[in-house]
């Protein structure tokens, strides 16, 4: 399969595991019980998690259905290409760095949940780091010629 082919898989799988993530945010307030902890803020801190989780959400989705509609749009060789392929790796990277550098601290009380979300928060970081970092790497021509 040509490099070119393999990346479009990719991107499109991407895509769509982007906008399932960005669906997932629907239970994670439940899950992690954020009303309870929004209720000990202050207004104003209140009002800032919410519109910068939703505007997050929004990021997600909207990257998702970037990569899913338009694959080959951010493989085409360009200077919109490589800012956007290498601004998207960089974004990733530095997800994945903040799984072990930030996210250090016990996560749950449930030893099993926290450990399914390590392990699928570094799988899932990695696997977005690894597709636009080598979309990245496509673009600068130091992969597929």
């Not at 994670?28 to 902890?37: G, I, N, Y």
């Not at 060789?77 to 960089?90: D, E, I, N, V």
């Amino acid at each position: 399969m040509p490099l070119v082919d393999l990346l479009k898989l990719l991107l499109e799988f991407a895509g769509i595991s982007l906008i399932a993530l960005a669906g997932a945010h629907a239970v994670l307030p439940r899950l992690f019980k954020w009303k309870d902890d929004l209720e000990k803020l202050t207004p104003i801190n209140k009002q800032i998690f919410i519109a910068h989780t939703l505007f997050i959400v929004i990021g997600i989705a909207m990257l998702g259905l970037v990569c899913l509609i338009f694959p080959m749009d951010l493989l085409q060789r360009s200077q919109l290409g490589l800012l956007a392929s290498g601004s998207f790796f960089m974004c990733w990277l530095s997800r994945l760095l903040f799984q072990f550098c930030f996210f250090t601290a016990k996560l749950t009380d449930n030893k099993q949940q926290e450990f399914l979300m390590r392990v699928a928060g570094t799988l899932l970081w990695s696997f977005y780091t690894i597709v636009f970092g080598m979309s990245f790497l496509y673009q600068l021509r130091i992969i597929g010629g």
